[in-house]
C-alpha cells in the first residue's frame, strides 16, 4: 500500500466554483501533515500546514482525520492562478524520508477553466 | 536572499558519464535535501544532510553520492549516468530552529536527460 495517497485528476472545474481533494495515508503514527503547492515545471511550495482542528487559510480550509488517516484541502471560489498540481504531504517519524521524515504523494491536479 | 539555488537547470548526458549537481542556500539552513521528481511519482528523497560533513541515504540513494563540505552547499553526484537517472532534481533546505517541523524551501529543479 503507497504511503500518500490521493487522486491524480485532472479535476477540471469553472471558475468560482468550490473543489475539495482528499488524500489518505497509511502510517499511523504520522505526525504533521502538510499541502503543497507545485506549478507546470516549477518547485514545490507550502501552501499550509494540517492541523487536527482544521485550519483556515482565505479561500483554502484543511481538514485531518486521524482516526480514519484521511486529509482534504477545500478551495472555495476558486480562481484561475489556483491551477496547479496539488501534493499532500505527510511527516512520519522512521518513513525513510530523511531527517523529518517527508512523504509525498503524486498530486492531484486542477485546472480552473474561465 | 535568493534561497535555494540550484546549478545547473538543464542537462544532457549520455550514459556512462559522470556529473555534478550543486544546491546553495544562503538562508543558513542545517537541513539539505535532494529529490527527484519523475512523471506520475511523488517526490522521492535520494540523500540528505543534517549539517556539515554530514550526509545520509534517502529512499532512493543507489547511483548517487552526495557531500556536504560547506554547510550552505549540497553537491549531488552522479558517477555514471544511466537512462533510468533520466529526471528532474530538486534540492530543499530548512532550518532546525522553531518546533516538530519547519518548511522546506526547494530550489527550481535541475532537469536532466540521460541519452
Known amino acids: 500500500r503507497k504511503e500518500v495517497e490521493q487522486d491524480p485528476g485532472p479535476f477540471n472545474v469553472p471558475e468560482g466554483a468550490t473543489v475539495a481533494f482528499n488524500c489518505t495515508y497509511s502510517?499511523?503514527?504520522?505526525?504533521?501533515f502538510f499541502w503543497y503547492r507545485q506549478d507546470c515545471r516549477k518547485e514545490p511550495k507550502l501552501l499550509m500546514s494540517?492541523?487536527?482542528s482544521g485550519n483556515e487559510d482565505g479561500r483554502f480550509t484543511a481538514q485531518l482525520n486521524r482516526a480514519s488517516q484521511y486529509i482534504s484541502l477545500l478551495i472555495r471560489d476558486s480562481k484561475l492562478s489556483d491551477s496547479a498540481t496539488y501534493l499532500c504531504v505527510v511527516n512520519s517519524l522512521y518513513s525513510g524520508g530523511g531527517a523529518d521524515g517527508l512523504t509525498f504523494g503524486k498530486g492531484t491536479h486542477l485546472i480552473i477553466q474561465p | 536572499n535568493a534561497g535555494v539555488t540550484q546549478t545547473p537547470k538543464f542537462r544532457v548526458l549520455k550514459t556512462g558519464q559522470s556529473m555534478t549537481l550543486l544546491c546553495a542556500q544562503d538562508m543558513n539552513h542545517e537541513y539539505m535535501y535532494w529529490y527527484r521528481q519523475d512523471p506520475g511519482m511523488g517526490l522521492r528523497l535520494i540523500h540528505y544532510s543534517v549539517g556539515e560533513g554530514t550526509t545520509a541515504k534517502g529512499e532512493v540513494p543507489d547511483g548517487y553520492n552526495v557531500s556536504r563540505l560547506k554547510k550552505q552547499n549540497f553537491l549531488l553526484g552522479l558517477e555514471s549516468a544511466a537512462p533510468s537517472q533520466t529526471s528532474v532534481y530538486f534540492c530543499?533546505?530548512?532550518?532546525?530552529?522553531?518546533?516538530?517541523?519547519?518548511?522546506?524551501?526547494f530550489g527550481p529543479g535541475t532537469r536532466l536527460t540521460v541519452l
Open positions: 494540517v492541523y487536527s
Open positions: 530543499a533546505s530548512r532550518t532546525d530552529r522553531g518546533g516538530s517541523y519547519n518548511e522546506q524551501f
Open positions: 502510517n499511523s503514527a504520522s505526525q504533521s
